[in-house]
């Protein structure tokens, strides 16, 4: 794991170099005309769709049970926000900020639990529960140069290695389980428990770099139609945080892990006039992290806290399409 960490800050920091002197490259470059340098406003609307973030831990004791238990979060849902652009031929700059405009989850929580150390691929226990999206948000500040003098691209392709962070963060509750398991003796059983029993916290930072390619097929035209295809890589620090409302006290348990992300989106930018512009984007990123599973509990009788990284893993898949609305001024 050491290594893995080590060697996925080394192609951070590559990147990072590589984009600093791309910036040094940049200053090099005659002054752009000064009506070249824009800032914009762009108010986005984004519905998740086939995507989910989930973990699981295995037994700290009983290592063939790994996975002991998974919980799979569906994040189709709709998230609005803005972004904020200053843009020159040479560089530009960043910021996104959006939250889910809507709390219902079109989809639910799944629970399993595999607890038979004898048949460890048996599930023993799974549940399913309706979902809702406390306020989430996600913010995306980055930065960029041209390198398109360097390699001496055709006039309207631009090439520009990139970096920046991202934070997500997620707040869901889960209410009205359906449980079907197995008891000791073979047979099944079903129960139904109404109210909220899972409050989830989860948070992400990525700190990613890569490349962003844009095309305007016609280059003379201010603005004109432009197509842009960007792709990164991402050092990823997770934090999860599961409050199980229906147990006695304060039973939490907690991931904290690291690991990397991939993120690729396609977009395509209509004018409308010189001031104003339609877009649409398509998006899909990747998630994977390891790191360790705290277990609490404070309820008299039954106090617990012990830490393990036995099987622990947390993943997501993010896909979204987005429309825009963007103002240059």
């Known amino acids: ?30 002054k752009a005309e000064p009506n070249q340098a824009d800032w914009s406003v762009e108010a986005k609307v984004k519905q998740l769709f086939d995507s989910h973030t989930s973990y699981e831990f295995g037994d700290s004791e009983m290592p063939v049970l790994s996975p002991m238990s998974r ?14 652009k200053r843009w020159t031929p040479k560089w530009s700059v960043s910021l996104e900020a959006m939250t ?18 004898y048949h460890p691929k048996m599930r023993t226990t799974y549940s399913e529960s309706t979902l809702r999206l ?14 398109a003098r360097l390699f001496s691209l055709p006039k309207g392709l631009d090439l520009r290695p990139a970096a920046g962070i991202r934070w997500q963060y997620f707040h869901f509750v889960t209410s009205d389980l359906n449980q079907w398991g197995i008891l000791p003796d073979g047979r ?44 990164d890589w991402a050092y990823v620090k997770g934090k999860n945080k599961d409050h199980h409302l229906l147990r006695e006290g304060n039973r939490i348990t907690e991931e904290t892990t690291d690991g990397h992300a991939w993120h690729a989106a396609l977009s395509l930018d209509v004018p409308l006039t010189e001031n104003f512009s339609i877009g649409a984007q398509a998006e899909y990123m990747t998630i994977d992290t390891s790191g360790s599973h705290r277990w609490f509990n404070d309820a008299p009788g039954y ?22 609305c963007t103002y240059y001024f």
């Open 134 to 147: 406390e306020s989430s948000y996600m913010v995306n500040a980055s930065a960029d140069v041209s390198v």
């Open 100 to 117: 889910n405009v809507q709390k219902n989850v079109n989809g639910i929580m799944a629970d399993s639990d595999w607890e038979n150390p």
């Open 71 to 84: 919980l799979e979060f569906s994040l189709d849902s709709l998230w609005g926000g803005v972004e904020v």
């Open 303 to 324: 106090e617990v806290d012990e830490t393990w990284s036995t099987g622990v893993n947390v993943w997501s898949q993010q896909c979204s399409f987005s429309l825009m």
């Open 188 to 231: 099944i059983y079903k129960m139904y428990i109404p109210g909220d029993g899972i409050r989830f916290k989860q948070t992400y930072w990525h700190y990613f770099a890569g490349l962003r390619l844009d095309w305007q097929p016609m280059p003379e035209e201010n603005p004109g139609l432009k197509l842009s295809l960007e792709a």
């Open 1 to 30: 794991m050491k290594r893995i960490q080590k060697l996925s800050i080394s192609c951070l920091a590559l990147c990072c170099l590589f984009l600093l002197s791309a910036v040094c490259y940049a200053e090099d470059e005659p």
